[in-house]
């Protein structure tokens, strides 16, 4: 399972009214009130940012939104918020950072769609290195949040090698790694993002292993969630695909016994056979 995952927030209003909205200055000046700055307020960000949240969620004309700037505001907007939460640990921003992160994530999703050129794009690695900061806050204060992060780094990485390779070259596979005990659905985001980088070839597989990706999804091979295991079975198919070494360490490590322990369920049956054939034959 990799891909864009979308927001599937209702929405109330007529295709007429969010039309109206869109056809106004309305996104425009919401857009230039959520601008980082020492004018920001924040209880007005917070309130402005769900509107663009529900707009967005509309889904009339989001093009429209990112040719105005939705993204490279937003993107700014969440580099200001992770400088906030290292300088003090009492910020209030988490109230912010929930729909600023659904918004980033339901833009991208349109930018992936569409060819949007230029300054509207989302390209600026310390974007990553911001969502990071804010992951680690949220472990700390605020860890049902860390769904939303993890959604936009899924956003993010699933079609852009730079993101990718922006989580390799800064180090960040590790601290990923580290939330895979937090809950099932943080450990399916984290695994997600990982085959996310894990598809993009064999050059990201070299640097994904070895380390401590191997003995991490082993462990998740444990688990007694189905979706957990699935995924984990996704990623190591990509791993030893491109990477045949790490099918050679899985076998040192018992992995096919781990492996046999899920034989008997139908919606594993198919992928845990298909995994085993290719652990041993590279």
Not at 1 to 28: F, K, W, Y
Not at 78 to 95: K, S
Not at 188 to 201: D, F, M, P, Q, S
Not at 219 to 234: K, M, R
């Amino acid at each position: 399972m990799t891909g864009i995952l979308v927001s599937v927030v209702p929405t109330h209003s007529s295709p007429s009214a969010d039309s109206s909205v869109l056809g106004s200055t309305l996104p425009e000046h919401i857009l230039r009130l959520l601008q980082p700055g020492p004018k920001l307020n924040l209880g007005v960000a917070v309130e402005f940012a769900w509107c663009l949240h529900y707009i967005i969620c509309s889904q009339v004309d989001n093009t429209l939104l990112i040719s105005h700037g939705g993204l490279s505001t937003l993107g700014l907007l969440l580099l200001d918020m992770a400088g906030a939460v290292q300088r003090t640990e009492d910020t209030g921003l988490e109230l912010l950072a929930c729909p600023v992160l659904r918004c980033l994530s339901n833009l991208l999703t349109e930018a992936a769609m569409e060819v949007v050129g230029g300054q509207n794009q989302l390209e600026d690695e310390r974007v990553v290195a911001a969502l990071f900061i804010l992951l680690q806050f949220f472990l700390q204060k605020q860890p049902s949040l860390l769904p939303e992060g993890l959604w936009l780094l899924n956003n993010l990485t699933a079609n852009s090698p730079s993101f990718c390779t922006s989580l390799l070259s800064m180090d960040l596979i590790e601290p990923l790694l580290q939330l895979l005990p937090v809950s099932n659905v943080v450990s399916i985001l984290v695994l997600t993002v990982l085959c996310n980088v894990a598809e993009k070839g064999p050059a990201y597989c070299q640097r994904l292993w070895p380390g401590p990706l191997l003995s991490c999804l082993i462990g998740t091979l444990a688990s007694p969630d189905i979706e957990v295991v699935g995924q984990s079975l996704e990623l190591l198919q990509l791993l030893f695909l491109y990477q045949p070494e790490a099918a050679k360490d899985f076998l040192q490590q018992s992995g096919l016994q781990v492996l046999e322990r899920h034989q008997e369920e139908a919606q594993l049956q198919d992928r845990v056979h298909a995994l085993q054939q290719t652990a041993l034959h590279q």
